[in-house]
């Protein structure tokens, strides 16, 4: 059976929610996850780069 809502929660996101991640410099890459730096500053990251540093 075919999923009628799939991708559809990060089409109104700039270019898709697609980017380069500041982490692993990683081109075209989904940025859906949220990661706090060191200066406490919130930044979008990609999958493989949410859990590091924890």
Do not use: F
Not at 30 to 37: D, I, M, N
């Amino acid at each position: 059976m075919a999923k009628r809502n799939r991708g559809k929660t990060i089409s109104y996101l700039p270019q898709n929610g697609r980017g380069t991640c500041p982490l692993c410099e990683r081109t075209r890459i989904k940025l859906l996850y949220p990661y706090k730096t060191e200066t406490n500053q919130t930044i979008k990251v990609c999958k493989n780069c949410r859990i590091k540093d924890k």
